[in-house]
Structures are given as structure tokens and as C-alpha cells.
């Protein structure tokens, strides 16, 4: 950890690190480490209030955004990313390699997304980024839009077509 983090930071990832979650991997790399504060994945699925802290290591490596079956709000706690967003989340699917913004999330910074909104992170400060997430009620699953066809894939089956 950083003894330059705010005690509040410092005390977040104390607790989250007391109560780890399972780690995501892809191809076999590292991806994301996670850990409970608050909860559990069954309590989250229930439609209660969750949060953790992730440890997001590298930048996705997918094409194709990302939606998420919650509501959430992350609250970066130490480093960056950088995450590309439709231009609009009505947008169709197919223009999101083209009609698209960047941005920078910087630490003590916030950002709210609502189930099924689209993103994707293209790239993570060295050594990692710190996040604090809070979970609301679960409303969907977990899935990639595709660019190519414009439909929604289910995780699991996007995953099984990249061989992972």
C-alpha cells in the first residue's frame, strides 16, 4: 500500500483484504483481484447492498465493451485507468468502435454506472489500480456487446468463443 493514501483509503483496503473474493483471470493472466467489505455474491445476487475493493491489474482484452448485472458505483482509491464509453449507452452496439469517449479515472474520483451500461478499460497505471465498489440491486447479467453483429452475448458463452 501507499502510507501517502488518505487513512480512509488505508482502512478500505484492510478490511477488503480480510475477506478475498475470487480472482479473474483471462488466457491465463491475471486480471483482477478482488475481496468483500461488505457482503457476499449471494447477498449481492439477493438485491442487497455490496461492496469491495478490486485490485484491476490490466486493461481488458476484449474488443467488445462490457455491461454489468448492477447498478455500481467505484470509487478509485489509488492509481488509474483509462475506460472507453459509448458516446451514448442507446447507441447501437456496432458503432462503439468508432463513436466512443476516453477517459482518464484518476484517483478519489467516482464513477456510477447503471446495469447494462457498456464500458471497457484500455489501460491500467503501472502496478495496478485500486477501486472501491458498491453494488445495488442485481437486474441482469453479466455480458459483452458485440461490435461485429451488434448483439448482446452472455459472459460465459463470450468467453467460451475466445477459448478462456
Known sequence: MNVLNPP???????????RPYFDIHINGDLYMRRWWV???????DAGQI?????NIVRPDADRDMHTHPCTFL????WRW????????QKQCATLDGTEF???IRLPLTFS??????RHAITEVAPGGCWTFVIWFRKQGGW???????????????YVGRRGT
Open 8 to 18: 480512509l483509503v488505508n482502512a478500505l483496503l484492510r478490511i477488503g483484504l480480510m
Open 38 to 44: 461488505r457482503g457476499d455474491e449471494a447477498r449481492r
Open 50 to 54: 455490496t461492496a469491495g475493493v478490486h
Open 74 to 77: 467505484t470509487v478509485r482509491l
Open 81 to 88: 485507468y483509462r475506460e472507453r464509453l459509448p458516446k451514448s
Open 101 to 103: 469517449v476516453e477517459r
Open 112 to 117: 456510477l454506472r447503471r446495469a447494462g451500461d
Open 143 to 157: 455480458g459483452f456487446w458485440r461490435q461485429d453483429t451488434g448483439e448482446f452475448v452472455p459472459w460465459r458463452l
